[in-house]
């Protein structure tokens, strides 16, 4: 994720829309020419609204970004010097650029007055429960090993007291969890082979599993914290739902004023 985060800011920048002087905050002045916080948040508007937080949530991401503006500033403005004109391929693609700009606004004033109601969340969310439901997550450590009789040994330790942490640095052949005394975590079972998974959900917090073989060899499982099955509450998932239902009644609108514009329209296609 961070490397394609840094590409984008580093060579996205060249497809950025450039804008006039807006009497915004400056961020920056180029040769007299500034960039403007405004410039700064339409630029971002070309990335999706993940790649968007980490750039405003992150000071070192923001300068990186505003340091690709100034860039971009510096090659229209050579650019310009060089007094490179528009042919008809780039007023073809401006033309094409303006009219997807001002269809979005004819379709977003088209579809203005959809909204979603209250009820209509409500209901949703009490049909479709089953999409908001948080599976039961098990907090565990393990010693993994490679022979039974290994594993056996081990779990006598425990039994009698020795310290799981230290047998797991010792002993376990994961060295990933090993240097963190075995530790994998809190997960779901459908992140956990099967076979380990089917042992460390069925036992209680601090219990200590049998050996459980699997294909990286003999696993001695400790649970430490169970979590139980939840249903989201509706205040957790309003807006998501909200937002479903609203492009669903927006694509069905659009759908439906598209049929009719074809009802009364000439359409020949000659693709073959």
Do not use: C, W
């Not at 905050?25 to 020419?33: C, M, R, S, T, Y």
């Not at 790649?51 to 403005?77: A, G, W, Y």
């Not at 659009?254 to 074809?262: I, P, S």
């Amino acid at each position: 994720m961070r490397r394609s985060v840094i590409f984008l800011i580093l060579f996205g920048f060249l497809f950025l829309p450039f804008k006039s002087f807006s009497k915004e905050k400056i961020l920056a002045l180029v040769n007299g020419e500034p960039i403007t916080q405004q410039d700064f948040e339409e630029a971002l508007e070309i990335f999706p609204p993940q790649l968007r937080s980490i750039v405003e949530n992150n000071k070192d991401m923001k300068r990186k970004f505003l340091e690709n503006l100034i860039k971009q500033k510096l090659l229209i403005q050579e650019m310009k010097k060089e007094g490179i004109k528009e042919d008809d391929e780039i007023k073809r693609k401006v033309q094409k650029y303006r009219e997807a700009l001002l269809l979005k606004k004819f379709v977003d004033e088209k579809l203005s007055n959809i909204k979603v109601s209250e009820k209509e969340i409500e209901d949703y969310y009490n049909k479709h429960k089953s999409e908001f439901v948080q599976p039961s997550k098990v907090k565990m450590r393990h010693i993994l090993v490679k022979t039974k009789k290994e594993a056996l040994s081990i779990r006598e330790k425990l039994i009698k007291g020795a310290d799981f942490a230290e047998l797991a640095k010792k002993y376990s052949i994961d060295k990933a969890s090993a240097v963190k005394g075995g530790e994998l975590g809190t997960l779901r079972k459908d992140q956990l082979v099967k076979e380990f998974g089917d042992v460390a959900f069925s036992l209680k917090p601090g219990e200590i599993s049998q050996p459980v073989k699997t294909k990286f060899g003999y696993h001695i499982i400790q649970v430490e914290e169970k979590t139980p099955e939840v249903v989201l509450p509706l205040s957790h998932v309003r807006q998501d739902i909200e937002q479903k239902l609203l492009a669903e009644k927006r694509a069905e609108a659009l759908n439906k004023l598209v049929k009719e514009l074809e009802k009364k329209s000439k359409i020949e296609v000659y693709l073959k």
